[in-house]
């Protein structure tokens, strides 16, 4: 069966940190991987999402950034955070067409501080 | 660019009882997916139900099901007999089926509350 990790499960980094976020899927082969964002009272905002190995999509201009080194390893990444960027991130894989249903990891709860 | 709207921030229901849940949506096309998502106070986002925009039949499962109103662009959630673990953030969801790669827009969320 299909399984996805995230880790860390909750950060917390002052500002000016770097930040690396990573997820992890099994048990399937060229999922489409996306990382979403949570902020209080605004939903699920997409940041990035990806179709192959090194191929990134970015949805939102901003201080993140995203990376596909192997097929099921995505990675969320800043040089350098600011205090918007703390909120809850979510990682999340499907198989693309003809499976519409998206599987989402335990996310990770960022604070700047 | 598509939009979702879940007009009810906060809603609560006893248990046993039926709740309906809102969603609208804005899109110009014509061919996509529609989706409840239902995220437990343990964080991990699962599917509750989906509906494909090109069948006119409302989906169900089990205690869940959908009034999918493609005309109005409305897709609401009937949960019925509450159960206490149903209590859960509920996210509407929007994804365009003619896209290369499938990625869901969402509502910002419901808070249900199943008071025992």
């Known amino acids: 069966s299909q399984t996805i990790h995230q880790w860390p499960a909750t950060l917390v980094q002052p500002v000016g940190s770097p930040l690396s976020l990573e997820c992890t899927v099994e048990?399937?082969?060229?999922?489409?991987l996306y990382w979403y964002r949570q902020a209080a009272g605004r939903g699920l905002q997409l940041l990035f999402y990806s179709v192959g190995i090194g191929q990134i999509s970015s949805e939102v201009p901003q201080n993140l950034s995203a990376s596909r080194p192997q097929d099921r390893q995505f990675i969320l990444s800043s040089k350098k955070l600011l205090l918007s960027d703390s909120g809850f991130y979510l990682c999340a894989w499907d198989s693309g067409p003809m499976n519409t249903e998206a599987f989402f990891g335990q996310g990770t709860r960022l604070t700047v501080v | 660019a598509q939009t979702v709207t879940q007009s009810q921030p906060e809603m609560s229901v006893q248990e046993a009882e039926t709740v309906t849940l809102s969603c609208t949506y804005d899109?110009?096309?014509?061919?996509?997916?529609l989706f409840w998502y239902k995220q437990p106070p343990s964080r991990q986002m699962i599917l509750v139900i989906r509906q494909e925009a090109y069948k006119q039949q409302n989906a169900t499962e089990n205690r869940f099901s959908v009034n999918f109103q493609k005309a109005a662009k409305s897709f609401s959630l009937k949960i019925s007999d509450s159960q206490l673990g149903d209590t859960a953030m509920y996210f509407c969801a929007f994804m365009n089926s003619g896209a290369g790669s499938y990625q869901l827009t969402f509502g910002k969320g419901t808070k249900l509350s199943v008071i025992p």
């Open positions: 899109t110009s096309e014509s061919n996509y997916y």
């Open positions: 048990g399937t082969s060229n999922p489409n």
